[in-house]
């Protein structure tokens, strides 16, 4: 008997045109309303790309048709979910049997534009930057233009009409691109355009947009600065170039990779900007970053900054007061969409990078190489600039993968990159710059011009040498004891810790003797809120730099900190006590000790420096038992050839001993007993960390071309102490029913309240609330941050106004904003009593900052 084949009728296809597809929805106080068409939204953002173009100095690195690329990121959104997606928020009617939700399957409406994209052959790397206009890459893999749920061929022949009119529109067609790091300028283009297509100014659809293109992109910092010409050296900074400031200057004339290897206060910092001023009046450069090892650094290397702009910028210069001054260029330019309160973008770390100038930490720079989230939008934002990597050391496999790789991006983006450091080994130094070297002078420039062959090195003349007499201490009591005596007399003590942790600690043993002594004490490190770190900075940076010189003989101090001590600060102390550390570290804190010849001292001081260190044979035995938490955060076998470099010494004189105390420490040799243990496991790990080859690897897979894209919280730079996550310390959160509104209080008793309904406060006035709120935020680990509370219980209290909350169609994804409640007994609590941490109990105090106490 036959059997009858039965077939399931398709439903008919609903169709809707693409010039009646909304592409936005606005908020009023009445609610939602569509905004935009698709076609209309498209060709904003064409034609904003092609103005960013005009006003770039670095236009010639874009390839004809980048406009029309930009223009097409959206042609996704003519879909049946999509366009359900919009109805609905606005309470208008659906297309029949279309569940908008299901968009997030395939990351949005821009998955569906990489597919419509690949369907027309557009050339490659097009569909993949369309498809990661929002910063990740979509879950499309088997997936095809014409599938049902995309609406099926009806509306895939819609989206391929809406490609051939936005042609016709820009009269451009797919460009050609010549390299990945091309693809990656242009795809930072086309989400920026996106931005600032999606921002206030073409919001309203009845509104003329053609007249807002220019504006929006004036109020974008889209302006090219002005400068004054033929300034020397002397009337930018107000003293006669060095010898080895005016060789690297006279070296980098043109764009390049220069490495300027001197020891601490020589000047490199002044060498680099003037170099940069010569490169921005002729015309060479687009801008400056300035990119540090931490946040607090560059807090204080800004000043130095501000005054070089104040310098060189003419004084009807557009915009002159928002490039001088950061906070001003965060919270009065609007970058769009994401550039808003609410933003992934609205964040002065990132912010910086499409700022022609800006200071920074070298985690941003970095993540312009790694495919992470946005990735692409921070390598548009350094090309063609001045990129200035400041403190750069030999040690850390994985951040020197990843800045290999970002020199080498850099380079191809037509930057001038110039590293400094103080304590590079050769072998480094050929690493980062991908050429053979042969100078093993010091202090040196190695230079390697854009069109050059080869690398040029220029040995620079040393100058004075300072001795600096040692003592290797392995009693920490002792030690203690000795400073607080030294400060007794008068002298400026720097005590440098490896972890946070310690440094608390000792602070608290240090500061209670202090305090009987008539002794000041200070504690400074990276988990302290904005709020109250700026009021450290400003009291000790400012006591034991130039600053504080009319007090230094008032009485002693002692300043206590961690890394951010050793790194970018001018400060200046008369003895030194460090936490036993791998040579490049220990060599950058002695740049700390005796900075300047005519700094006043107390007549008991001499140049010297204590570390606290271990006998070498019991630490080579048991380096985790011997070195402690330090054995966590750097190498056992590192510290121990550090160690036994510095086991016999009781003087080192500086800059004579930089190179061969640098090159001694991690010269290849054969190792013997239990070294050949810790050199296996600094290559190949442990139990609790990862080694060389493991790390090298890992940061190889977060820079891959292709692949899952890793969002910010997973993004990680350094492979010790990320801190990646911030925490908001308030002293209480609550909803107001009557205002509907999030009413948040402070620590310092000030109340923001935050309304549910965006369009009831301005833009101005959601920035200047996220300005406050921002002040009161930590950078913690993410092993050390209060637990994840729902995204929807931050959003009762408004906080998606202000902070970024993550992206719904993107399931990897997450914030990295977590909230804690200070009790009046310095207790941190979780929002509606919640657990704020399962295994340890957190605290936070002015003085102390953010701690972690095991249960």
């Not at 008919?12 to 606005?26: I, L, M, N, W």
């Not at 290849?668 to 442990?686: C, D, H, I, N, P």
Request: with cysteine; proline share 4%.
């Amino acid at each position: 008997m036959l059997r009858r084949k039965i077939i399931t009728a398709k439903p008919e296809v609903h169709v809707v045109g693409f010039s009646d597809c909304p592409a936005k929805t606005f908020e009023t106080e009445h609610g939602f309303k569509l905004g935009r068409s698709v076609e209309n939204h498209c060709h904003i953002v064409g034609e904003v790309a092609r103005e960013i173009i005009r006003r770039l100095p670095t236009k010639h690195l874009f390839p004809s048709g980048s406009a029309f690329t930009a223009a097409t990121h959206d042609v996704g959104k003519v879909s049946p979910t999509f366009y359900n997606k919009l109805m609905r928020a606005c309470g208008l009617p659906l297309i029949p049997n279309v569940n908008p939700d299901l968009e997030k399957q395939w990351g949005g409406h821009a998955g569906v534009s990489q597919l419509t994209v690949k369907a027309m052959n557009a050339p490659e790397h097009i569909p993949e930057i369309l498809g990661q206009h929002h910063g990740f890459t979509p879950p499309i893999i088997g997936k095809r233009a014409n599938d049902d749920v995309f609406g099926s061929t009806a509306w895939q022949q819609e989206r391929e009409k809406l490609v051939i009119a936005l042609k016709e529109a820009l009269g451009e067609s797919w460009p050609k691109i010549e390299s990945y790091a091309q693809a990656r300028l242009l795809a930072g283009l086309t989400t920026v355009a996106d931005w600032i297509g999606s921002g206030e100014y073409f919001e309203d659809p009845t509104v003329n947009w053609q007249e807002n293109i220019s504006l929006a992109l004036d109020k974008a910092g889209f302006i090219q600065p002005t400068y004054k010409k033929d300034l020397s050296f002397e009337q930018v900074f107000g003293f006669s170039p060095r010898k080895a400031q005016s060789l690297l200057i006279e070296q980098a004339a043109n764009p390049g990779i220069y490495v300027l290897e001197a020891p601490m206060g020589l000047g490199k910092t002044e060498a680099a900007l003037y170099v940069a001023y010569q490169q921005l009046v002729s015309g060479r450069a687009s801008g400056v970053y300035f990119a540090l090892p931490t946040q607090l650094t560059s807090n204080k290397i800004f000043e130095r900054f501000q005054g070089f702009l104040a310098q060189i910028l003419t004084e009807d210069c557009q915009q002159r007061s928002l490039l001088l001054h950061a906070n001003a260029w965060l919270y009065d330019t609007d970058m769009g969409e994401e550039g808003r309160p609410g933003g992934a973008w609205f964040n002065q770390a990132k912010r910086g990078l499409l700022a022609p100038f800006a200071v920074g930490t070298i985690d941003q720079a970095l993540m312009a190489a790694m495919h992470v989230k946005h990735g692409f939008v921070r390598a548009f934002g350094l090309a063609g600039k001045v990129v200035i990597l400041d403190e750069v050391h030999t040690y850390d496999a994985y951040t020197g993968t990843l800045l290999d790789a970002l020199v080498k991006l850099l380079r191809e983006l037509d930057c001038t990159v110039i590293i400094l450091s103080a304590t590079l080994n050769q072998k480094r130094r050929q690493q980062i710059i991908d050429s053979e070297t042969s100078s093993m002078a010091y202090p040196l420039i190695t230079s390697l011009p854009q069109q050059a062959q080869a690398v040029t090195e220029v040995a620079i003349p040393k100058g004075e040498s300072r001795q600096v007499q040692l003592t290797l201490q392995e009693n920490n009591d002792l030690a203690l004891e000795e400073a607080l005596k030294r400060a007794e007399q008068g002298q400026q003590i720097l005590w440098i810790e490896n972890t946070v942790k310690e440094a608390q600690e000792h602070y608290l043993d240090l500061a209670a003797r202090a305090n009987e002594l008539g002794v000041a004490c200070g504690l400074l490190h990276s988990r302290f809120t904005l709020h109250d770190r700026h009021n450290i900075e400003e009291k000790w940076v400012g006591l034991f730099g130039k600053a504080g010189w009319p007090q230094r003989q008032q009485q002693g101090r002692i300043l206590v900190g961690t890394q951010v001590l050793e790194q970018s600060l001018d400060i200046d102390a008369d003895l030194m006590v460090s936490c036993f550390a791998p040579t490049d570290m220990l060599l950058q804190r002695f740049g700390r000790l005796w900075r300047h010849e005519d700094t006043p001292r107390c007549s008991f001081a001499k140049p010297e420096a204590w570390l606290l260190a271990p006998k070498l044979e019991p630490a080579i035995e048991n380096p985790t038992a011997e070195f402690g938490s330090s054995a966590f955060v750097y190498s056992p076998f590192v510290l121990c050839r550090s160690l036994e470099v510095w086991q016999d010494k009781t003087q080192v004189r500086l800059p004579d001993d930089i190179r061969p105390l640098i090159e001694d420490t991690y010269v290849s040799r054969t190792e013997q007993g239990a070294m050949v243990r810790w050199l296996m496991e600094l290559k190949e790990g442990s139990r609790n960390k990862a080694g060389q080859q493991t790390l090298q690897q890992l940061a190889k897979v977060s820079l891959a071309q292709t692949g899952v894209t890793l969002p910010e919280s997973k993004a990680q730079t350094r492979y010790s102490e990320a801190d990646n996550f911030e925490v908001l310390i308030l002293r209480s959160i609550k909803y107001d029913q009557e205002s509907q509104s999030g009413v948040l209080v402070l620590t310092t008793g000030e109340q923001v309240v935050l309304p549910l309904n965006r369009s009831k406060l301005s833009r101005a006035e959601w920035r200047k609330h996220t300005a406050k709120l921002m002040q009161h935020l930590v950078a913690v680990r993410i092993a050390d941050a209060p637990k994840q509370v729902a995204m929807q219980l931050l959003k009762n209290f408004g906080l998606q106004h202000c902070f970024y909350l993550g992206n719904s169609d993107w399931s990897e994804d997450e914030s990295l904003l977590r909230v804690a409640l200070l009790t009046e007994t310095d207790e941190l609590k979780g929002i509606e009593h919640m657990t704020i941490h399962d295994k340890y109990a957190l605290e936070y105090r002015d003085d102390l900052g953010y701690q972690v106490i095991k249960n």
